[in-house]
């Protein structure tokens, strides 16, 4: 079955991520340029989340995951990057709050895909092989690129 593809204004929104590996990194790099606010629930962080938390571009908070989290957020989204157990627990939770949810390490476990985005200016494109070909959606995204790269040039 194919998703249909919804773009959402993200401005403002607050954006819980479960996480703070090298998974968790690559989505939020790619959230960032949409200006949305998001709160990272770890109890470690890689190098470049720690650089984000740093220039204040997230906020972390160094623990490890409970449902309380979800009670006092109320996030818009949340992303399971934590490891299959912990984001198995948070999708049981996100359900039964109401709460959209993407498990990075289950795609059955997802209300949406994470799709490859390109961006220039204005314009994004989201691409998606149904979450079972992530290389075909990165080269596609990539091929996408170069396009928008090309045409913004001339």
Same mark, same amino acid.
């Given at each position: $079955?194919? !998703? !249909?593809?919804?773009?959402?204004? &993200? %401005?403002?929104?607050?954006?819980?991520?479960?996480?703070? =590996?090298?998974?968790?990194?690559?989505?939020?790099?790619?959230? *960032?340029?949409?200006?949305?606010?998001? %709160?990272?629930?770890?109890?470690? *962080?890689?190098?470049? &989340? $720690?650089?984000?938390?740093?220039?204040?571009? *997230?906020?972390?908070?160094?623990?490890?995951? =409970?449902?309380?989290? &979800?009670?006092?957020?109320?996030?818009? !989204?949340? &992303?399971?990057?934590?490891?299959?157990?912990?984001?198995?627990?948070?999708?049981?939770?996100?359900?039964?709050? =109401?709460?959209?949810?993407?498990?990075?390490?289950?795609?059955?476990?997802?209300?949406?895909?994470?799709?490859?985005?390109?961006?220039?200016?204005?314009?994004?494109?989201?691409?998606?092989?149904?979450?079972?070909? %992530?290389?075909?959606?990165?080269?596609?995204?990539? *091929?996408?690129?170069? !396009? $928008?790269?090309?045409?913004?040039?001339?």
């Amino acid at each position: $079955m194919s !998703f !249909f593809p919804l773009f959402i204004e &993200l %401005h403002g929104k607050e954006i819980l991520v479960v996480g703070g =590996g090298r998974i968790a990194g690559r989505r939020i790099e790619a959230l *960032l340029p949409f200006g949305c606010r998001i %709160h990272v629930v770890s109890p470690d *962080l890689s190098e470049g &989340l $720690m650089r984000r938390q740093t220039e204040g571009q *997230l906020r972390w908070s160094r623990r490890t995951y =409970g449902v309380s989290v &979800l009670e006092t957020e109320q996030p818009f !989204f949340v &992303l399971a990057a934590a490891g299959r157990e912990v984001n198995e627990t948070v999708v049981k939770d996100c359900r039964a709050a =109401g709460i959209p949810v993407n498990d990075a390490s289950c795609r059955e476990n997802c209300d949406f895909y994470f799709p490859g985005i390109v961006k220039e200016g204005e314009t994004v494109v989201g691409i998606t092989a149904g979450g079972r070909d %992530h290389k075909l959606a990165a080269a596609l995204s990539g *091929l996408v690129r170069r !396009f $928008m790269k090309e045409t913004w040039k001339a």
